[in-house]
């Protein structure tokens, strides 16, 4: 036996072999069959940072941490027992362990070489120490670039050649409700429909490097529309492929529309003006001539019975021919219509005028006594809606005290309250109308809601309710202004806010924010 090993190490120490082994870049290590080191060459050396004089006739275990010692003797007794090859002509990962006692990770591969029928095993050992910490440097700075993506607000999709997903952020798993790794692989055409763009856009986006964008996509969530800008970026550099950036601009789109609304509102209110006391003038005029029409053919005045006398007329006879030409009946047509002609005015100039108001300090708890108090005298008198079969409930903290123009937000509230009982009472199926009034505090805010379960609105109506002589009441109903009005009062008089809520058959909530401390108005 030891002839043989004798002879065995004649073969390592053959100048060419040595010459090979002692250059390789990766440690070499030959055990015999009980696993003793016979060769331990000098990057081995290097690695493990034992010298071969140290190591040579000594079990391989001292190279393997105590966890995986047992493990190793047991391979090469089953190997010999059974044939089963366990490590043998195969690489793994394994962990080795220096003469420090520190561990590391290596790559290892074991063959079996017969040398003048003397079985040994070869192991070649390559530390893996830098291309795990590179690994590690690569995996932190990929998961840092995944949370700067994942940050951001706005939906970001990865795209290869062929328009599919490559990568997903968290926003776009919000938006979606589809992780990533789901998402990945699938077409972003398929998975954004409403965007409206094809497959066929997104590669020409890539092969002719112009970016492709889209603003204001209108897209349907729970009934309420949102809008969404897209804008698909193709890469730089040898990256075949693109980038969609989306974002949701329902806000800014909001804010735009009411900045559109609110100047064409600034614009009407010269007019209105102009056109109320230009109106003015002739409906006085017309409504004084009815009146006197109506008293100089009444037989109750002496001095109508002494003219007619005097031409021998029988005023008693005049009266019954008027009666029964309904002469009388067509005066009082001209004289209701000029009153409500003087109403619309009236409203018209409440519209444009742009006076600085008197604040007081009120409670909303008064100004809603007040508004609550017109409605049902106002209703009453027309006579058109039940009020006794609509519900009002009325929370919050009504306590809260607020300096504005007390006739003003008292029109605000009359009018809103108007219009919610006009919605309800029209719901002829509606077994229980219901109006709540409902005062939140909110800082420096006051926060007042009237919120109706009546017919509702759909999203073009709704966008509108706000501008002058918009209505979609019959004629005679509403003329348009009540909401313009209380708009106006609102914004400019109190620097305050009002919107509204709604969808079609799921009534309407009007929020008004007011700021407690009063404002001035803005001329």
């Not at 050649?161 to 968290?170: D, S």
Request: glycine letters at 6%.
């Amino acid at each position: 036996m030891n002839s043989q090993l004798e002879s065995c190490a004649d073969f390592w120490n053959d100048i060419k072999i040595r010459c090979i082994v002692e250059n390789v870049v990766d440690g070499i290590i030959i055990i015999d069959v009980k696993g003793r080191i016979r060769l331990f060459n000098p990057a081995a050396e290097r690695l493990f940072g034992y010298t071969a004089n140290e190591l040579i006739g000594k079990n391989v275990n001292v190279l393997i941490p105590p966890g995986d010692r047992e493990r190793h003797d047991g391979y090469i007794e089953r190997y010999f027992r059974t044939g089963e090859k366990h490590i043998l002509a195969k690489g793994r990962e394994v962990e080795g362990q220096r003469r420090d006692g520190s561990t590391f990770p290596m790559y290892l591969s074991v063959g079996e070489i017969n040398i003048n029928e003397i079985k040994c095993f070869i192991g070649i050992t390559h530390d893996l120490s830098a291309q795990k910490a590179a690994s590690l440097q690569i995996a932190k700075a990929s998961e840092f670039m995944q949370a700067i993506v994942d940050s951001t607000p706005s939906i970001l999709v990865g795209l290869d050649n062929q328009g599919r997903v490559t990568h997903w952020n968290q926003s776009a798993t919000k938006e979606r409700n589809l992780n990533a790794i789901d998402a990945v692989g699938q077409p972003f055409a398929e998975l954004f429909p409403f965007l409206g763009v094809t497959t066929l856009d997104l590669l020409q986006v890539i092969t002719t490097a112009i970016p492709l964008k889209r603003t204001g996509v209108a897209h349907l969530v729970d009934s309420e529309t949102r809008y969404m800008d897209l804008i698909v970026f193709p890469l730089t550099s040898h990256f075949n492929g693109a980038v969609a950036r989306i974002d949701d601009v329902t806000e800014r789109i909001r804010i735009e529309e009411i900045m559109v609304e609110t100047e064409k509102m600034m614009s009407v209110t010269g007019l209105a003006a102009g056109t109320a006391h230009e109106i003015n003038t002739p409906l006085s005029i017309i409504s004084q001539g009815c009146q006197n029409i109506q008293q100089r053919i009444s037989p109750d005045l002496d001095v109508n019975q002494k003219v007619a006398k005097k031409f021998g007329i029988d005023l008693l006879k005049v009266q019954q021919y008027f009666i029964e030409r309904e002469i009388l009946v067509l005066l009082d047509g001209i004289q209701n219509a000029t009153t409500r002609c003087s109403h619309i005015v009236g409203e018209l100039l409440d519209y444009s005028r742009r006076h600085v108001s008197s604040f007081v300090e009120i409670s909303l708890h008064e100004l809603i006594d007040v508004a609550l108090y017109l409605i049902r005298h106002d209703f009453s008198l027309r006579g058109s809606i039940d009020l006794l079969r609509i519900k009002i409930h009325r929370t919050g903290d009504e306590t809260i005290s607020i300096r504005c123009d007390k006739i003003a937000i008292e029109q605000v509230l009359f009018n809103l309250l108007r219009n919610a009982v006009q919605s309800v009472g029209s719901c002829v199926n509606l077994d229980t109308p219901e109006i709540t009034i409902k005062v939140m505090d909110d800082n420096e805010l006051v926060q007042i809601e009237v919120t109706d379960n009546g017919i509702g609105m759909c999203e073009e109506v709704a966008r509108r309710v706000f501008e002058p002589f918009f209505t979609t009441k019959p004629i005679g109903v509403g003329t348009g202004l009540g909401l313009a009005v209380a708009y106006f009062i609102v914004t400019n008089q109190h620097n305050g806010e009002i919107k509204l809520i709604t969808s079609p058959n799921h009534g309407a909530r009007f929020i008004v924010r007011l700021p407690k401390q009063g404002a001035t108005s803005r001329n």
